[in-house]
């Protein structure tokens, strides 16, 4: 398994989907000053008919207010569209796994 060292190491993971044939869309910006899209999740990923919101969290790094609310819209549709839509929190510990199981269609 890839040792995950920072959220940067979780996002290059994730791009690995591209691999795969999935579109990877990145909506962090790690530039000092800039700040992504607010309560966009990190990334947004598309193929095979399914279409998956990843929040990246590193450490202790927590959801803001705006990405919970986010989330739980995107979980109602998730419920509405029987899985075609899906959100997921990535960490260090899980997003090899999470990346895998996208991969394989089987999250």
Do not use: P, W
């Amino acid at each position: 398994m890839k040792e995950i060292k920072s959220k940067s190491d979780i996002t290059k993971e994730i791009a690995r989907l591209r691999d795969y044939g999935y579109l990877v869309l990145c909506f962090q910006n790690n530039k000092i000053g800039r700040r992504g899209t607010k309560s966009m999740t990190d990334n947004f990923v598309v193929g095979r008919g399914k279409m998956y919101f990843l929040e990246g969290k590193f450490g202790k790094d927590t959801m803001s207010d705006e990405q919970i609310k986010f989330m739980n819209e995107i979980s109602f549709i998730e419920r509405l569209t029987k899985g075609i839509v899906k959100h997921t929190i990535v960490t260090e510990k899980n997003v090899c796994e999470i990346v895998d199981k996208i991969s394989s269609d089987t999250l």
